[in-house]
Structures are given as C-alpha cells and as structure tokens.
Nanobody
C-alpha cells in the first residue's frame, strides 16, 4: 500500500500559479501511473490529470494548457503545476495511485490509494 501526502495548496488570486506536490512512500512509485483529482464543495470528485509510468500525460479539458503534471521518480514525488488559476479551480486536490505499468487513465475507478488532499482557493 502506497501512502500519499499532498502539499502546496493555499489561497491565491485569479491568474496566479501554484505547484502542488504529492510525496509517495515505498519503492514502487516509479512503476505506477499517478493522477490528480479535485473536489469542490457540493460536487463530485473529478479528474484533473494523470501521468503514466513512462511519463505520458492526460488532462481534463478544463485545465489543458494551464496545468502540467510531472514526476520525480528519484524522490517519489508527483507534481501539479497550476498556472492561470481561475475561481472555478477552487477545490480540494487529491493525488492517487494508478495501475502498475499503466498509462494516464482518467477514470476514478482506475485509481487505488489516495492522499488526504490539499485545499486550493482562488479568490480575489
């Protein structure tokens, strides 16, 4: 079981940038697809983006061109660089583990272990 801890959230103004991090335990991180999801108050958890074990990426249309996912396999860290933030990006952001040797899936059911989330608030 991989344990995940997100960090880097905060309160920012529209148009600002934030970088979220997700630290993973264990030695299997490099073989796992990883994903970012978010959940706003009163809404279902939704896909943000994912990265396959070989580095291929996939993004939700709502963040494509603004968000970038990357991974540091040497240090077991997943990143989400968020640029040009909008109020509608406000949510709790979660990282999750995907399939071993998997691609960048976008279905919540394809992800197993989850972190506790980090709050991102975009407001003027």
């Amino acid at each position: 079981q991989v344990e995940l801890v997100e960090s880097g959230g905060g309160l920012v103004q529209p148009g600002a940038s934030l970088r979220l991090s997700c630290a993973a335990s264990g030695s299997t991180f490099r073989t796992l697809a990883m994903g970012w999801f978010r959940q706003a108050p009163g809404k279902e958890r939704e896909f943000v983006g994912a990265i396959g074990w070989i580095g291929t990426t996939n993004y939700a249309n709502s963040v494509k061109g603004r968000f970038i996912i990357s991974r540091d396999n040497a240090n077991n860290i997943l990143y989400l660089q968020m640029n040009s933030l909008k109020p509608e990006d406000t949510a709790v952001y979660y990282c999750a583990t995907g399939a071993r040797l998997g691609g960048p899936a976008d279905n919540l059911a394809d992800f197993g272990s989850w972190g506790r989330g980090t709050q991102v608030t975009v407001s003027s």
